[in-house]
Structure formats: structure tokens, C-alpha cells
């Protein structure tokens, strides 16, 4: 024995549709809530007492930017609900009539993934390294003399100013004894 289910007339499917792609950017303000509770969640069950130096701590900016998010996100999916549009983009510089660069995506994508892989045995600085040399080789950079020696000195300062300056430590690595 079936079961007869009556399909949702095509005008119906057309104006649920309409009302969807009117309404689209309730997707970004879907995508900055989850973001937003994922910052506060995380930010919130943080383990601070090693870092903690003032009133000031660890904690602060990441539960600033959570609930800016969600303040955002509010603020924008009121903004669509009544109406507003997000502007189209009139650059000079960009055909929207051209499909994305998925290459450049992807190898971006790629390079974040190893970066994140490679961060806990080789340490911040030389993981770093290779995340900035990577991206910038995904954005178009082929300046082999050049762009390794940038990549590992923004790597180093931003593992002194973040380790030592700052208090928050990041992994060392095998340079973990050399800095």
C-alpha cells in the first residue's frame, strides 16, 4: 500500500523560492551567529590562570568579538526582514560576469589546513613561515629570493610579540630552545 503526498503547487514552490532569494543575506547572519557562538563558547571555556596578568585577559577579546558578532548578526537579519538590500558590487576592477578563481580558493585553503596540521610538530614560527610564504604564493607572488625571508621574519615577530610581549603561548617547535 502507497502513500499519496500532494506536492507543493509550482506557484507556491515559486514564491517560497522568490522569498528565499530575496532574503538571501539571512545566510550571512546565520553564518555570523554560529561564528559568534562558536567564539563565545570557546573564548568562555578558555583555561586563563597561567596567562592571566591583570583585569585585562586572554578572554577579553575573543567574547568582545563573539558578541559583536551576535550583535551584528541581529542587527543585519532585522535589516533584511525589513527590506534592506546589500549594495551590488561596482568596483572597477571586478567582472562579475567572471566565475571565481577556485584555484586561488583552494590553494588558500590548502595552505591554512597545512598550516593548522603542521602548527603542533614543527612549532609557530616555521608553521607560520610557511602559512604567509604559501598564501602569498596562492595570491599570485613568485618571488622565490624574496618571499621566504618575509614569511619567516613576520612568523618570528609575530611568535616573540604574541609569546613573549604578550603572554599568550604558542607552540615553539624545535625552535623551541633557540627563542
Not at 35 to 63: C, F, S, W
Not at 95 to 114: H, I, K
Not at 136 to 153: C, T, V
Request: charged content about 15%; some cysteine.
Amino acid at each position: 500500500m502507497t502513500t499519496q503526498t500532494t506536492d507543493i503547487p509550482p506557484a507556491e514552490r515559486s514564491e517560497k523560492r522568490s522569498w528565499l532569494r530575496e532574503h538571501s543575506e539571512l545566510g550571512v547572519c546565520a553564518l555570523l551567529l554560529v561564528l559568534g557562538v562558536l567564539v563565545l563558547t570557546d573564548a568562555l571555556t578558555m583555561d586563563v590562570d597561567i596567562a592571566q596578568r591583570g583585569p585585562v585577559g586572554p578572554k577579553t577579546v575573543p567574547v568582545v568579538v563573539g558578541a559583536g558578532l551576535l550583535v551584528i548578526a541581529a542587527l543585519l537579519a532585522v535589516d533584511v526582514l525589513r527590506g534592506g538590500r546589500g549594495q551590488a558590487e561596482s568596483g572597477e576592477d571586478v567582472d562579475l560576469s567572471e566565475p571565481a578563481d577556485w584555484r586561488t580558493v583552494l590553494l588558500l585553503a590548502g595552505v591554512f589546513l597545512g598550516a593548522a596540521v603542521l602548527i603542533e610538530p614543527l612549532g609557530f614560527p616555521v608553521a607560520g613561515a610557511l602559512l604567509f610564504w604559501g598564501a602569498a604564493f596562492a595570491l599570485g607572488s613568485r618571488r622565490i629570493d624574496r618571499d621566504p625571508l618575509i614569511a619567516a621574519g613576520l612568523a618570528l615577530v609575530t611568535y616573540v610579540v604574541f609569546n613573549n610581549l604578550l603572554g599568550v603561548p604558542l607552540p615553539g617547535g624545535p625552535l623551541m630552545g633557540v627563542l
